[in-house]
């Protein structure tokens, strides 16, 4: 299994471009999640999803768009990018917890940077 | 209100000792999981130990222990016989009853002295 991939590790957008990054999820897992990490933070939630067609907010949506069309796949799209950004953006999985420890496994995160 | 809190920004230890890394939480859920994670200078998130609200005992996992304080509402990470690979960052994350939404703390950093 290759577990949570992410793409791409790096990118360096303008002010006002836009991208989606891409994440996908081989453990058949039902639940997916888009967090960032801003420098010396810890993560916080943008977007999660329970299932495909299903999604919700998380606690820093704004700027911030995702679709949930396949169980395995969950990309994040970002529209007119802003230096506010710039962030370390992780995406992760789990099962429903549901009594079980339901931990999050997680991608290796993308950089990027808005300039 | 910060529901997770994390006082120690940096914490060093010699190798082959052991370190306590804090954490302290806030929820009015009866039901509710602890978790740490690690993350290396390469940047992935490694689960390390989950504890349940409702755990009689305290969790175990190899040289890693969580002491679970309840009424004082701190789950505090224990790692036994440190390594120098035990080097890195480690976030407190609690998910409250009814969700599946981790909140994070703003980690610890740990370095291990040889």
């Known amino acids: 299994n290759a577990g949570v991939t992410q793409t791409p590790k790096f990118r360096i957008l303008k002010i006002g471009q836009s991208m989606t990054l891409q994440c996908a999820q081989d453990?058949?897992?039902?639940?997916m999640y888009w967090y960032r990490q801003d420098p010396g933070m810890g993560l916080k939630l943008i977007y999660y999803?329970?299932?495909?067609?299903?999604?919700d907010k998380g606690e820093v949506p704004n700027g911030y768009n995702v679709s949930r069309s396949t169980t395995e796949d969950f990309p994040l799209r970002l529209e007119l990018a802003a230096p506010s950004q710039t962030s370390v953006y992780f995406c992760?999985?789990?099962?429903?917890?549901?009594?079980?420890?339901?931990?999050?496994?997680f991608g290796p995160g993308t950089r990027l940077t808005v300039t | 209100a910060q529901k997770i809190t994390q006082t120690q920004p940096g914490m060093f230890v010699q190798e082959k000792e052991a370190v306590t890394l804090d954490c302290t939480y806030d929820?009015?859920?009866?039901?509710?999981?602890l978790f740490w994670y690690k993350q290396p200078s390469s940047g992935e998130m490694i689960f390390l130990i989950y504890q349940g609200s409702y755990d009689q005992q305290n969790a175990t996992e190899g040289r890693y222990s969580l002491n679970f304080q309840k009424a004082r509402k701190s789950a505090n990470l224990v790692i036994s016989a440190s390594q120098l690979g035990d080097s890195a960052m480690y976030f407190c994350a609690m998910r409250e009853g009814g969700s599946e939404k981790l909140v994070f703390g703003k980690g610890t950093k740990l370095t291990v002295n040889p």
């Open positions: 999803s329970v299932g495909a067609g299903i999604t």
């Open positions: 453990m058949n897992h039902n639940y």
């Open positions: 992760a999985s789990s099962y429903p917890s549901g009594g079980a420890t339901g931990e999050q496994y």
């Open positions: 929820t009015s859920d009866p039901s509710y999981g």
